[in-house]
């Protein structure tokens, strides 16, 4: 069992910065591949960003490729966002996800924080 708690989210104006937290509970944490999905109201929720155990191998949506980055610190048990040139458009909530499978990260996730909301204003 893996438990993820978000934090970093809050509200900023577009063309500033943020970045997100997920700490996770569990000795499994490195394991796992992990990720960040965000649901804007209306919207489905869209995958934007995933790392493998290893933090070897990234992956983003075309969304926010460019502009968003993911990290990892296995010792903290720790996954991050950051993200720069915000727009309104990223305005969601952010999700954090643990997967025990990294290809399949943006179709299947094994777990799911609460999320945090962002909100970029013009």
């Known amino acids: 069992q893996v438990q993820l708690v978000e934090s970093g989210g809050g509200l900023v104006q577009a063309g500033g910065s943020l970045r997100l937290s997920c700490a996770a509970s569990?000795?499994?944490?490195?394991?796992?591949?992990m990720g960040w999905f965000r649901q804007a109201p209306g919207k489905e929720r869209e995958f934007i960003a995933g790392?493998?155990?290893?933090?070897?191998?990234?992956k983003y949506a075309d969304s926010v490729k460019g502009r968003f980055t993911i990290s990892r610190d296995n010792a903290k048990n720790t996954v991050y966002l950051q993200m720069i040139s915000l727009k309104p458009e990223d305005t969601a909530v952010y999700y954090c996800?643990?997967?025990?499978?990294?290809?399949?990260?943006?179709?299947?996730?094994?777990?799911w924080g609460q999320g945090t909301q962002v909100t970029v204003t013009v």
């Open positions: 569990g000795r499994t944490f490195s394991s796992f591949a």
């Open positions: 790392i493998n155990w290893s933090a070897g191998s990234t």
């Open positions: 996800v643990a997967a025990r499978s990294y290809s399949i990260i943006a179709y299947a996730s094994d777990y």
